[in-house]
T-cell receptor
Framework: AQKITQTQPGMFVQEKEAVTLDCTYD???????LFWYKQPSSGEMIFLIY????DEQNATEGRYSLNFQKARKSANLVISASQLGDSAMYFC??????????WGAGTKLIIKP | EAGVAQSPRYKIIEKRQSVAFWCNPI?????LYWYQQILGQGPKLLIQ????????DSQLPKDRFSAERLKGVDSTLKIQPAKLEDSAVYLC?????????????FGQGTRLTVV
């Protein structure tokens, strides 16, 4: 069965610093996809970035990049130049060959001014 | 492009009462999901529809939960009777096709409190 582990329940980061949110996964599928979503206090899940298991390049979307290390089954999210509006819950999720999203428990990120 | 619409945003009911949630996905999205998110946890898939057919409802407590997707568009999720442990945020999401390299778009959710 697929599993996502996010080991950081919470993080405090100074504004404008870079932050890395950890995500490790466990799957026996050869083909899978990894997502990161942001959930602000308003409750909506906001898509940030996607990495396919066969993608050779690390995904990037603006200030977000994904440090994908397939052999280590790691897909860490890097946010550069953090902003106050980045304060939110961040979830890592894997989609398996059954097209199901399996979610981690999330990391609460707080950006300090 | 309009996003995924959910209503109501908040609902408080007593245990053993019934409640229904409504979701209108993004136009043209074939796949619709209902998730339950308990405070402090990641979402848990309850049911997945492909057009108006159920793809997966293995984690739906069928003795009390039911869901339907009318004409492959709108969807309703019902709980009858509600229990205290059903207190959670219920998230509806849709995607253009079944997920692999396309993201799901989420509504703002319905926060249910059962007292």
């Amino acid at each position: 069965a697929q599993k996502i582990t996010q080991t950081q329940p919470g993080m405090f980061v100074q504004e404008k610093e870079a932050v890395t949110l950890d995500c490790t996964y466990d799957t026996s599928d050869q083909s899978y996809g990894l997502f990161w979503y942001k959930q602000p206090s308003s409750g909506e899940m906001i898509f940030l970035i996607y990495q396919g298991s066969y993608d050779e390049q690390n995904a990037t979307e603006g200030r977000y990049s994904l440090n994908f290390q397939k052999a280590r089954k790691s897909a860490n999210l890097v946010i550069s130049a953090s902003q106050l509006g980045d304060s939110a819950m961040y979830f890592c999720a894997i989609v398996d060959s059954n097209y199901q999203l399996i979610w981690g428990a999330g990391t609460k990120l707080i950006i300090k001014p | 492009e309009a996003g995924v619409a959910q209503s109501p945003r908040y609902k408080i009911i007593e245990k053993r009462q019934s409640v229904a949630f409504w979701c209108n996905p993004i136009s043209g999205h074939a796949t619709l999901y209902w998730y339950q998110q308990i405070l402090g946890q990641g979402p848990k898939l309850l049911i997945q529809f492909q057009n108006n057919g159920v793809v997966d409802d293995s984690q739906l407590p069928k003795d009390r939960f039911s869901a339907e997707r009318l004409k492959g568009v709108d969807s309703t999720l019902k709980i009858q009777p509600a229990k205290l442990e059903d207190s959670a945020v219920y998230l509806c999401a849709s995607s253009l096709v079944r997920l692999m390299n396309t993201e799901a778009f989420f509504g703002q959710g319905t926060r249910l409190t059962v007292v």
